[in-house]
């Protein structure tokens, strides 16, 4: 895969992290793309709001507004540490920030489309059963509907947060 581009999902989990370490092995790629989704902060106290059944008000952040966004300062913390591990593993990252309107999916594989990348990496939580049922998957959203290759690292297999763990030490 030598010369090809490929964009990382990171999100500063150490499921991302994971994800960096096993693409750095696997696809050793020219070009490597990190990126992060972000959601503006007024934008989440909104669809917070939303939930509640009040009405919630529409907005437009300018650029000066958006780079003043504690959320953006922590999207834009995050993806530099993903450079960071990028580069400690060899890879040359270039940072990328992408704001989520929709779904973190969508806004991965409009990035992917944009920046012509020919792999998209990200970790995932492998939920299962009901767990999986109630909350939506962005690495299975990813592989149904980017339109381009996806790798899916799942998370270490004896991980506490991982949902099928399973503690045999009782």
Not at 22 to 40: H, N
Request: charged share 25%.
């Amino acid at each position: 895969m030598n010369g090809q581009t490929m964009l990382i999902a990171y999100d500063g989990s150490e499921r991302a992290d994971r994800a960096i370490e096993y693409a750095a092995q696997l696809l050793r790629p020219g070009i490597v793309e990190i990126l992060t989704a972000w959601e503006p902060a007024a934008r989440q106290a909104a669809r917070a709001l939303g939930r509640t059944g009040l009405h919630q008000s529409t907005y437009a952040l300018d650029d000066a507004a958006q780079e003043e966004d504690p959320a953006y300062e922590e999207a834009m913390a995050v993806c530099r540490k993903g450079v960071a591990v990028a580069e400690k593993l060899g890879l040359a990252g270039r940072a990328h920030l992408v704001e989520v309107v929709t779904t973190t999916a969508e806004a991965l594989a409009d990035a992917a489309e944009e920046l012509d990348v020919d792999v998209i990496v990200t970790g995932t939580r492998a939920l299962t059963g009901f767990k999986a049922w109630w909350n939506a998957s962005t690495a299975d959203q990813l592989v149904r509907t980017a339109g381009r290759p996806v790798l899916v690292v799942p998370p270490e297999p004896d991980d506490p947060n991982d949902a099928n763990y399973t503690d045999t030490a009782e």
